[in-house]
């Protein structure tokens, strides 16, 4: 069984840092996509930032500059570092990953329980 689990969520103060991970375990073929998305309270979720199996990137404005999405491939581990945090940033930070999973023949969406980050001002 496949699943994803996030770490690093906490309360920080405006200004601040925190580096959340997300960690893919189980029975797993192969990864290709990562990413990270976000939910505040009254909103929809959004897309954070990606990163694909070939290394590539790319971030929603609001937070490029400030954030930086990694994976370590070996460890099937995906980072999500982020600085000079605002309290806009408040959110629950969900890991989404499309994998394959051993003796299976199609690519799904797995997704974390969630993380909360909250920044205080």
């Known amino acids: 069984q496949v699943q994803l689990v996030e770490s690093g969520g906490g309360l920080v103060q405006a200004g601040g840092s925190l580096r959340l991970s997300c960690v893919a375990s189980?029975?797993?073929?192969?990864?290709?996509?990562m990413d990270w998305y976000r939910q505040a309270p009254g909103k929809q979720r959004e897309r954070v930032a990606r990163?694909?199996?070939?290394?590539?990137?790319n971030y929603v404005d609001s937070v490029k500059g400030r954030f930086t999405i990694s994976r370590d491939n070996a460890k099937n581990t995906l980072y999500l570092q982020m600085n000079s945090l605002k309290p806009e940033d408040t959110a629950v930070y969900y890991c989404h990953a499309v994998l394959r999973a051993l003796l299976t023949t199609t690519w799904r969406d797995y997704w974390g329980q969630g993380t909360q980050v909250t920044v205080s001002t």
């Open positions: 189980g029975n797993i073929f192969g990864i290709d996509s």
């Open positions: 990163t694909t199996s070939g290394g590539s990137t």
